[in-house]
């Protein structure tokens, strides 16, 4: 029996409050021959009940239920529970323009060397409305791509289609990559094929308060910046450092983890300036990372600001007054020089 073209493959955690929404917009498609392999896990909600009430209407819609274990390990197994040559991913709190997969197919035929091709999109909020003008761009052809690495986001998640072929080639979603495991795929991704992205809006992404980007700010941008690092190591034909490790190094371990001096400030001079206005960055990891950026000489620009915004608009005090102490303290003191091998290239925006 010969399986579908696509699987589309969508991972949800009480996901109720949108999920119909993404479904229907999947369902809709003018591109019929896919399957919808939707994995619930864990999920509290009626998200389950939602899905398997589509599974009975309709026979492409695929459901699979086990026990939480996150989203990287939800991705990896949908990539080995397709039937597929072509997978397209899609989130379940987001909706597809109704050509997207026809359109995505017919570019991956005619490119036969691309691996990977993703879109542009529009943002929505909370309540489904499309934002006015809100067309996010990214770059179009390979070698675009190619030399976006480093300098800004060369793939929305939710849009991408990709060859199972290559993302097995590539050993799927790492693990230690939490938050960052689509930034850090691509980039292994970009070592073995050709990337893509459709020059028109396929998707509507949803914005929200919830999401991964506001709930984990401070550690998913300082991920991007250890990724990107192991991505130019590996250009300079270096051993990945981060092949096969459970976790990625913390804060005051990165330097000894690459083995280079000054990659720590390297990431915090990009991290630092992305969290000076979020609250929950700040409160949750964000002082003491400001901290250790101090104490590596880092730019001290806008932080006492910061320390009256954590006072006076936050009402974190405490948290305003540690910060306080570490300007005054490494004020006083000699700004250390640079670490031989600093790496001084820009880091992304995700």
Known sequence: MTGPAISVIM?????????????ESVLSQTFRDFELVILDDGSTDRSLEIVRGYAAK??????????????????????????????????????????????QYAFLAAHPACGVV???TN??????KVWPGSVYKFPITPAEVRAAIGYR???AHPTVMYRRDVVRQAHGYHPAFKHVEDFDLWLRIADITEISNIPEPLLMYRTHDDQISSRHLLEQRINVGISLHAWRMRQEGW??????????????????????????????DWV???????????????????????????????IWRTVARLAIVFG??????????????????????PGAGETQQPLPIP
């Open 239 to 268: 051993p990945d450092p981060t092949a096969g490790v459970d976790r990625l190094p913390r804060l005051g371990e990165i330097d000894a983890f690459f083995g280079r001096a000054g990659i720590e400030k390297n990431i915090l």
């Open 58 to 103: 309709d026979s492409r819609v695929r459901p699979i239920a086990r026990e939480n274990r996150g989203l990287i390990a939800s991705l990896n197994q949908l990539i080995d529970e397709a039937r597929a040559p072509l997978l397209a991913r899609m989130d379940a709190d987001d909706r597809c323009h109704a050509e997207r997969l026809a359109k």
């Open 123 to 128: 943002r929505m909020g909370a309540d489904g």
């Open 118 to 120: 993703g879109s542009w």
């Open 11 to 23: 991972s949800v955690y009480n996901g109720e409050a949108h999920l119909a929404e993404a479904v």
């Open 153 to 155: 986001s060369i793939l």
């Open 272 to 302: 630092v300036p992305g969290i000076l206005y979020s609250k929950r960055a700040l409160t949750n990891g964000g002082v003491a990372a400001i901290r250790g950026y101090l104490e590596l000489g880092g730019n001290r620009t806008g």
């Open 316 to 337: 974190e005090w405490k948290a305003a007054a540690t910060l306080a102490s570490a300007l005054i303290k490494t004020g006083l003191a000699s700004r250390p020089k």
